[in-house]
Nanobody
Framework: QVQLVESGGGLVQPGGSLRLRCAAS????????MSWHRQAPGKEREIVAS????????AYEDPVKGRFTISRDNRNNMVYLQMNNLKPEDTAVYYC????????WGQGTQVTVSW
């Protein structure tokens, strides 16, 4: 069955970096746009970045532009989110999403940016 598993989250100081990973199974990501989303406490889930099936087209929300980079490895069925210059407001649970016949979500990985 379709499964997405995120990893790579953790506690990091402001200005630090993390690289999130999303391992997909049960389907080939090569056919689909993939995206990263996040949900902070008390807030709605929001999109962070997306990437086309070939990786040629990427899009980012304004708060993360210039700091985050989404990428993919279709051969290994992986999607990544490189996060640099992290800020306390980036603290959230980060989710990977695939839109097939419906949305599929992973379980999320916690990112905490704090001193």
């Amino acid at each position: 069955q379709v499964q997405l598993v995120e990893s790579g989250g953790g506690l990091v100081q402001p200005g630090g970096s993390l690289r999130l990973r999303c391992a997909a199974s049960g389907f080939s990501i090569a056919r689909y746009t993939m995206s990263w989303h996040r949900q902070a406490p008390g807030k709605e889930r929001e999109i962070v970045a997306s990437i086309s099936n070939t990786g040629d087209v990427t899009a980012y929300e304004d708060p993360v532009k210039g700091r985050f980079t989404i990428s993919r490895d279709n051969r290994n069925n992986m999607v990544y989110l490189q996060m640099n210059n992290l800020k306390p407001e980036d603290t959230a649970v980060y989710y990977c999403k695939a839109l097939l016949s419906r949305d599929y979500w992973g379980q999320g990985t916690q990112v905490t940016v704090s001193w």
